[in-house]
């Protein structure tokens, strides 16, 4: 038996800890935390002094067992969790839930997993730090309360169901308000003047007018000015400039440029970051210093030099600009400098990557460049006072830029080009000259990306509670990833060529909200309801102060529970006072009243979701009723699109003597025959399908559904639902992974499928004590 004992989180983690440690050492994960607060009750005693009641969940029972054994046999227990609040947390529960013996058992941290790491926290061990666990503890606790206590008055005057979070409804209200911003934004449209020369060299560039022309008649009078007139440089400046090199990542840094330069959502970059260090190829991955260590930059340095040259290297110290943030840890790098690339896979590989480019380009020189100002004079008999200018720059040496240039979020950004050599007072010849109505852009929606900044910049959440809050709000239904792409929208171009103007119609898409953030009808009716009733916890600053708080607690300035009491005494009976006396909140809105029938057209937030209603309940008709579509909201849908809601569902004909309908449902429109349902596809208006093309939706799905083969006289189908491929078989459904051809599958591969399915499930159903087998 192994003398020391050292309990890591993860298996990853522990497999790779183990290559370094001789053989008196045993690893063992603890699989995340060993113990949390109840699920089905408070677990808090709020009556008291706020402690929580811990317990050891049913699928940790077994690990606690294995881990206790093991414990007791060792000479020395090694706690080798995260070094943040989380990790000492388990750490704690740890030493707690196995009864270790304070005189053997000790705390190990380190910020990488490489043998130089584990063998300097192996020789520098410490005790568990009772302020971060109290950090943590004072999050747990409020975040549960919170919850807790929110959550029942929302199923009571909202709908059931639904919960609230402290750092979850503030992020939601944030998209609510941008989305509000951007519904209720006005456009309005002026002209933008461009134009392209040519030197006495015969080279050309592009130049612009510094400002808009507000309306088409004064572009075209600008344009008009321009018949017969003369162009030439009237002034040069060339100024030495600089770009200097981004610091190396923090957790949130890394989620921002991972969405921008790879398309990862800040979970997947989190997912990949986690194996990259656990494997040992990067430091830790929850953040928010961009220090590096000493160590670290003389690596840097010296792969610099061996890679580019002495003069692409120069060390830098960062300072973060993050509240709260911990300048002791680490920035995310790569744990050797020489590994330019790492045998992973391909998303773990590309983000590694991502991480070297960044850690190495901010050790880098600047990046040395020469930027022209340009100003081109118009000389004409109309005097035009304006004067067109054109920016270039060129890099006289390369620096940073080598390797590395950071994303950026703007959608308008301009790259400046090169311009030619140029002199003072030498003539251009204009090839032509554009007047394009533009029209001004609303606010951009939230990305996720975007969203963990703005996060950030607020002070709400702490790098390791950006991922699972964007998780939690689209998987609470709370907020969605857009899928429009837009409307088209027409714009006029005039163009001044040969000395004659053309007047051209252009279209461009505008409106798209494809893969960004957009609320929910019960996201805003939460919202909503949460700020007209809890206006201090959905506060931004309220919010940025708790998260002050708990770094108090972290530093040993605060008692944690007399922070839950200070904050309780106000919360409670808030709590109470809403819960009794607020009115129920559904978003409803009227319309209008309808011309037929005199009867009065709202929307509001129906048992199963959105829909529009036709009368009130005080009418002598009962009202009717019909469900949105998921593309329309309560905010934003018209009273013609309501009405046209009550044409449906609409009778379209017979199939096989069966009625054939088209209607909208909660997950989008489909066609209806018999008991048997077929969703339209994407963009297709139910309202202008006919029977013709209803048929051949349903011929399609009786050939999807049609038996692949028969299986113990049962018939096998297949189908792809929300989670991929499947065949059905005895009314079991049973998913097809990606190593069988989903097109092309074989006898035995059917029988494979169904085999190791029942399987499963009979030791599933073994495991409950409901069957044995």
Not at 93 to 116: G, M, N, S, W
Not at 419 to 448: C, M, Q, S, W
Not at 615 to 638: H, R, W
Not at 673 to 701: H, N, Q, R, T, W
């Amino acid at each position: 038996m192994s003398k020391n004992l050292v309990i890591v989180e993860s298996p990853a983690k522990a497999k790779t800890i183990e290559k370094f440690l001789g053989k008196d050492f045993k690893v063992e994960s603890s699989f995340g935390h060993i113990s949390d607060l109840p699920s089905k009750e408070l677990g808090v005693d709020v009556e008291g002094d706020f402690m929580p009641k811990y317990q050891v969940s049913k699928d940790k029972k077994d690990v606690v067992k294995k881990l206790k054994e093991l414990a007791k046999k060792a000479d020395i227990v090694w706690l080798a969790s995260d070094e943040d609040r989380e990790g000492e947390a388990i750490a704690w529960h740890l030493a707690e839930t196995l009864k270790l013996d304070k005189e053997k058992t000790k705390r190990i941290v380190f910020h990488e997993i490489t043998k130089t790491a584990i063998q300097k926290a192996i020789e520098n061990p410490r005790s568990i730090d009772y302020n971060l666990v109290d950090a943590q503890q004072a999050r747990r606790v409020l975040d549960r309360i919170v919850g807790y206590e929110l959550s029942p008055v929302l199923w009571r005057k909202v709908k059931g169901g639904l919960s609230a979070g402290r750092v979850q409804s503030v992020s939601v209200r944030l998209i609510v308000e941008r989305e509000r911003d951007v519904q209720g934004f006005k456009t309005t449209a002026s002209y933008r003047i461009d134009a392209e020369f040519t030197n006495e060299d015969g080279n050309s560039f592009k130049a612009k007018l510094p400002k808009n022309f507000e309306s088409e008649k004064e572009a075209l009078k600008f344009l008009n000015d321009n018949m017969g007139a003369s162009y030439e440089v009237s002034d040069l400046q060339k100024k030495p400039a600089k770009k200097s090199p981004a610091a190396p990542f923090t957790t949130s840094t890394l989620q921002q440029e991972a969405s921008r330069k790879l398309g990862y959502s800040v979970s997947r970059t989190m997912t990949n970051a986690q194996r990259l260090y656990e494997a040992g190829f990067i430091t830790y991955m929850r953040t928010d210093s961009v220090n590096l260590s000493d160590e670290a930059k003389k690596g840097a340095e010296s792969e610099i030099t061996s890679a580019y040259g002495a003069k692409f290297s120069n060390p830098k110290n960062y300072k973060g600009k993050s509240k709260g943030a911990q300048e002791a840890h680490e920035a995310i790098r790569p744990t050797d400098f020489s590994n330019h690339t790492v045998s992973a896979e391909r998303d773990q590989a590309r983000l590694y990557d991502l991480i070297w480019k960044r850690a190495i380009a901010s050790q880098m020189s600047d990046a040395k460049l020469e930027r022209t100002n340009l100003k081109i004079q118009i000389n004409s008999k109309n005097k035009i006072s304006e004067q067109f200018t054109a920016n270039g720059e060129i890099i006289t040496f390369e620096g940073f830029l080598k390797v590395y240039l950071e994303g950026t979020d703007d959608e308008d950004a301009e790259q400046e080009g090169i311009l030619p050599d140029l002199k003072v007072g030498e003539p251009l010849k204009n090839k032509y000259i554009t007047a394009t109505e533009r029209f001004t852009r609303p606010p951009a929606r939230f990305t996720e990306a975007s969203l963990v900044k703005q996060l950030e910049e607020l002070g709400i959440g702490r790098p390791s509670t950006y991922a699972p809050t964007i998780s939690t709000i689209q998987n609470r239904n709370y907020v969605e990833k857009g899928t429009n792409e837009g409307d088209e929208r027409s714009y006029k171009q005039l163009v001044f060529e040969n000395q004659t103007i053309k007047d051209n119609t252009l279209s461009e898409q505008t409106g798209s909200n494809k893969g960004k953030l957009v609320p929910t009808d019960i996201g805003i009716i939460v919202t909503d309801f949460l700020v007209n009733h809890f206006e201090s916890i959905l506060d931004y600053n309220f919010t940025a102060r708790v998260e002050d708080r708990f770094d108090d607690i972290a530093e040993g300035k605060q008692d944690w529970r007399e922070m839950m009491k200070d904050f309780y005494k106000g919360f409670h009976p808030q709590v109470e006072d809403v819960q009794e006396n607020a009115e129920r909140e559904s978003g409803e809105r009227e319309l209008g009243i309808d011309p037929k029938t005199g009867r009065t057209v709202l929307v509001r937030l129906g048992k199963f979701g959105p829909l529009v209603q036709l009368g009130k309940p005080d009418d002598e008709e009962e009202p009717q009723y019909a469900s949105l579509s998921p593309d329309q909201q309560l905010g934003s849908i018209t009273f013609e699109e309501a009405m046209d809601l009550f044409k449906l569902p609409k009778a379209l004909g017979h199939y096989k003597d069966e009625e054939v309908e088209v209607n909208n449902g909660r997950f989008g429109p489909y066609v209806k025959f018999g008991k048997k349902f077929v969703s339209l596809p994407k963009g297709v208006d139910p309202l202008s399908v006919e029977m013709d093309e209803a048929l051949i939706y349903i011929k399609e799905k009786e050939k999807a559904d049609a038996p692949i083969y028969m299986y113990k006289d049962i018939e096998v189908t297949k189908g792809k639902g929300r989670f991929g491929p499947f065949i059905k078989w005895n009314n079991m459904f049973i998913n097809v992974n990606k190593k069988y051809d989903w097109d092309n599958l074989s006898e035995e591969d059917i029988i494979t499928l169904i085999e190791e399915k029942f399987k499963k499930k009979l030791i599933r159903l073994s495991i409950t004590g409901k069957m044995k087998e």
